[in-house]
């Protein structure tokens, strides 16, 4: 369509989330006339989402914004058997007690994002264990099952793709589709739902769920997805140096998330001014506008804007300040991210590259080496050459830390603790 008449669909296209929809002239008109309810499941695999799953957050946040109720689906029950969507072996399995974890980990970062509640706007959080853990196995083969092709399900490029490689997938995950499918009749006949999004990855998930209702009475469901996003250079989102970017504070600090954004290549400004933020789009128009030194000024714009979201205007700023010290006057900032060593050990000294793991600058003594034989470790803005140089309570400065660096951009205060 050249132009769409309901507000979330207008969004959506202008800020470059629309990949697919099924039917764009219905879904238009359903939300030009009346509230919708839609909802994207997000599967409990770890303690935290990452920053890749920003883009369907940020979908369910103008859903909200724009009028409609927002239901995000926990999968309580699907994170049992695990998404084979494009993955080239099966996930590990996780227990009960670990899923449930993970929810409740997960589930501290949509408050910010969504406003939940019980008015008929309100965004709804339901976990799909409520309906599949207590599924009869025959029952659901009989009055769920029986409406699956095989020769279908095989044909989606989500599966075929890991056939075509020869990869093993498991009954346990050829069963995952039928399970996301009937999570979409189940909240259409329980809540109304009419619309699943998520990432293009999904299409054929979702497509399979349109049909279930169709087949099993609900009123018509649409699909709608986002396109998969890769940085310019071609890096995945959400993925930085040293692993993932968590968006719970607690495994990714909100000045690393900051620092994350602001390393945006200049490329991707504009696109990204306009997923992760919300930002006027003529507010957005302007700053993209901007070239030579003014580059930098624009990252740290967006870096702000993305945390002060998830994480809250105040620590943005701070983090945005704590970067200003760090890199613009070359001080020592006490936001920088911290650990504690105890003093015994320091007193005693530890060894570089091991205390370099502790702090998270890498993965283990053999890439710590690497890093040092490169050149890019610094002790209290020092270089360190020597790989097994003991760093101890001496070097502590009069800030009452030892600053420990890898390049330009990653910082450490290491702390004695008592």
Known sequence: MSEFKSDFLRILKERGFIHQISDEAGLDDLFAKETVTAYI?????APSLHAGSLIQIM???WLQKTGHRAISLMGGGTGMVGDPSFKEEARQLMTVETIESNIASIKRVFSNYLTYGEGPK???MINNAEWLRSINYLDFLRDVGRHFSVNRMLAFDSVKTR??????????????MILQAYDFVELAKRYGCQLQMGGSDQWGNIING?????RMGTTQLYALTSPLLTT?????????ATGAVWLNADMFSAYDFWQYWRNTEDADIPR???????LPMAEIARLSALGGSEINEVKKILATEVTAILHGRTVAEEAAETARKTFEEGGIAENLPSVDVPASELDAGIGLLSLMVRAGLANSNGEARRHVQGGAVRINDQAVSDERRL????????DGVIKLSLGKKKHILIRRAA
Not at 41 to 45: A, I, L, Q, R, S
Not at 210 to 214: K, M, P, Q, R, Y
Not at 272 to 278: N, W
């Open 41 to 45: 499941g997000f599967d409990p695999t």
């Open 210 to 214: 349109i049909d279930l209702g169709h």
């Open 232 to 240: 310019s250079s071609g890096a995945k989102m959400g993925k930085s």
């Open 59 to 61: 979908m369910l946040h």
């Open 272 to 278: 990204f001014l306009k997923l992760y933020t919300t």
């Open 122 to 124: 309100d965004a709804l």
């Open 163 to 176: 056939l075509d490689r020869e990869q093993s997938l498991s009954f346990l995950e050829f069963n995952y």
């Open 391 to 398: 760093i101890g309570s001496g070097e502590i400065t009069a």
